[in-house]
Structure formats: C-alpha cells, structure tokens
C-alpha cells in the first residue's frame, strides 16, 4: 500500500505538506518515521500535516515525543467509514479497511488539487513491482483459480527481477481473490497512477533487490528507495511494562526464538496452526519469547503453557527492534511483513518466516530465495516437524551459518547505505530538495 504526500501553498509562503496516511497495520509508523526524519533535518521551513484516522492517530502517536518540533501537526479525518457499535469479524481485517476505502473520497478531496505528490510504499520492491506488472501478470498467466490451478509454481520470468518468484506468491486480488473489491480495485488502480507521481519512494535500499529497483526506476519520475530509516526511531520507553527484556538478560548468548506474527496477521493464523506452532516450540527445547495477545495465548495448549513455563515467556507486546537486538535472541519468526524483515536485517537476526496475507508471501520469496537471510516455512503452514525443522536448520546446520553470514552482509549493505553517501541517503537528500522546494 502507499501513503501520499501533498506539497501545497502559495508561492510566497513556506512549503505545507499535507501527508495522507493508510491506517493500518504498521503503515502509519513508517510514513511517520519517514516525516519525522524530513522535519528533524533541513526543513525547518516546511510544515507538515499528518492525517490518519482517530483510531490510528490514537494508538500510534498519543505518547510520541515530537522533540518539540512545531512543524508537524497531526490530524483525524472527519469519517473512517465504521459504523457505530460495529464489531470486527475475527481474522477478517480487509473488512475495516473496505469500509475505509469506501469513505476516503471524502476525505481526501485534495487529490483533485492537481498539486505535485509523492507516494511511500512501505513493502518491499517486488511487491511493488507486482502492482505496477498486474495487467501484464493477468493477460500472461489468467485470473481466476481455474486459471492457475496446476501452475502454483510456475515462475514470473517476465517480470525483471522475479525470475524465481512464482504465481502462488503473488497478492490476493492479482490474479484470483476477489479482484472487484474497493481494496484490489484501489491496488490495480494504484499501479496505473504512480507513474504520474512526482516520485515514489520504497522502504527498502537499493542494494536489497537492485534489478526490480532499477526497472522500477524506468517506470517512475523518480524512483527513491530510502530504508532503512527505521534507525531514527523515537527512543522506546526504558520501561519494561511486559518483563521481556529483564527475562533475556537472564538467557544465555543466542539462544532464544523470538515469534512475533504482529496483531492482524496473529489473528488469522488458523488455531491448528497455531497449536502445531506450540507443539514444535515445546518438542525442540529452545528458549522463546512469544508476542501473542492474551485473547489468542487463550488458544494454547495448556500443557504446552504448563511444560515450557521455565524456558519460556509469553507477552502481550515487546519492543520489537530492541527484542531482536538483544545478544539473547538468534532467530525471528515472523509472518514475513516487511517493516519486520528490515527490522531483522538492521539486528543481524536470521527468519523463519510464515507469509500469512498481502504481500506476505512475496516478502518470504526474497528472505529465502533473494537475500538467502532465512527460510520459509515447510509448505507454507505450521506443521509440529515443520517448526523442530525449521529451527534446527537454521541453528545447527550447515546451512544455517550460511543463512547467518548472508544476514549479516546485508546488515552491513543497510548501514553503508545510511552512511554520508550511501544510496539511501542520496535518496533521501533528493527527497528533501523536492519536499523543501515545491
């Protein structure tokens, strides 16, 4: 998904920026870091207006330190598109975001101001480059499940830069799910209207995938790939309100699993899943802390939470980026969203991942058959062997020092890339130019 940037304002006044957020998930966090980063360096001049949702603002920002910068503002939209007393159908998160899409028209009235704009895909290159391909993907292969059923692993050859990635790893409203929703509607809609975008910028780096990003560069004005800005994060409370990180210090170097699937994705894992999860993690004897709602830790085996209560933690949230860089920690097991995958690289952490929805399944292709930092899970889905295999491949085997030394050069690549002339830092002093001199 993309979020928008509106620069707008008389000639004769300092440059305002009007920032059209996505609010859900993790997408809200990143556009914000990414403002944030804008307003802390040489844009003092430029003011910026953050809008999202009540509910997003609400739970992402209420207890943000602006630092005292005064040129960001943050806005609710009048309508979010829910109505009142309304209840979520469990693990159906496209139901919010329908009702959303369905309402920002009108709240979004400014799109038709003809004013430069810029779009922030906060998922990887080739997620991207499979909206910006999709009439192209459907004319290729088909649509509908009649269409691939039998060619699930066929590879997109046609695509630069997915030459190994295959039809069953492509987002749902691609080519089959329901291709007529608002959600898919707007997605196929999107990739026809970025070209027009005064940039589009990627929160990856180059060096992640430098031929999907040189072809998208040829489809953009500007094509500005600038992670990993997840180092400016705002400092996370010192607090430990869960215990998480007083519990690693007491583990050994290495040693412990950290699961973490994120709050919409969790909820959508099917419970056999989730019990198969729990019987591997207590069959393979390894230390873990797991994030897990209370709600859902309700759907574990007793006897799983009676048996491992010694080498095991379950929380309702951790500070994440200070989880996985914490000398305890050896192995992530996510759900493969890209903020954590990046998230993991910066910590020098191997994946395990299992891609759950989205551009999920894409983002796990590049862990495991791209970057070589991980693996996906056997056939898609928790199995008990699945989980002891997984973890034994990555921790004691062969192939696991190697998944180790690929994760640890891209941690480098990530921070030359940071660095006074590393590639995203280029972009984003391009970024900057066209923010501050619109």
Known sequence: MDETFHPYGASNKDPHVAVLSFPFSSHAMALFMLVRRLTASAAPNVMFSFFGTAKSNGMFFKNIDNDGLQNLKFYDVEEDGIPENYVSTPGKFEEEIELFMAATPWN??????????????IGEASGLAAHIYTDLIRSTIGVGKN???????????????????????????????????????????????????????????EEVN???????????????????????????SDSDTTGCLSWLDKQKPSSVAYISFGTVAAAALPA?????????????????????????KERLPVSFLNKTKERGLIVPWAPQMRVLQHTSVCVFMTQCGWSSVLESILAGVPVIGRPIFGDQPLNGWSISDVLGIGIRIDNGIFTKDGVIKGLDLVL???????????????????????????????????????????
């Not at 830069?161 to 196929?188: K, P, W, Y």
């Not at 729990?278 to 393979?284: C, F, K, M, N, Q």
């Not at 050069?409 to 001199?437: C, H, M, P, W, Y």
């Open 108 to 121: 979004f009235k400014k799109d038709e101001m003809g004013v430069p704009w810029l779009a922030f895909f």
């Open 272 to 296: 056999h899943e989730l019990e198969a999860l729990a019987e591997g993690l207590e069959a393979s004897g390894i230390p873990f802390l797991w994030s897990l709602k209370d709600k859902l």
């Open 396 to 438: 004691f085997k062969e192939e696991g020092k190697k998944i180790m030394e690929k994760v640890q050069a891209f941690k480098e690549l990530a921070n030359q890339a940071i660095e006074t002339d590393g590639t995203s830092t280029r972009n984003f002093k391009t970024l900057l130019q066209i923010v501050s001199s619109t």
């Open 147 to 205: 269409a691939v059923a039998g060619r699930e692993d066929e590879t997109l050859g046609f695509i630069p830069g997915m030459s190994s990635a295959c039809i069953r790893d492509l987002q749902d409203g691609i080519i089959v799910g329901n291709l007529e929703s608002t959600f898919a509607s707007m997605l196929h809609r999107m990739g026809k209207m970025l070209p027009r975008a005064t940039a589009v910028l990627i929160n990856t780096y």
């Open 210 to 236: 430098p031929t999907i990003i040189q072809d998208l560069n040829s489809k953009f004005q500007k094509c500005l790939s600038v992670a990993p800005f997840t180092l400016d994060y705002p400092p996370q």
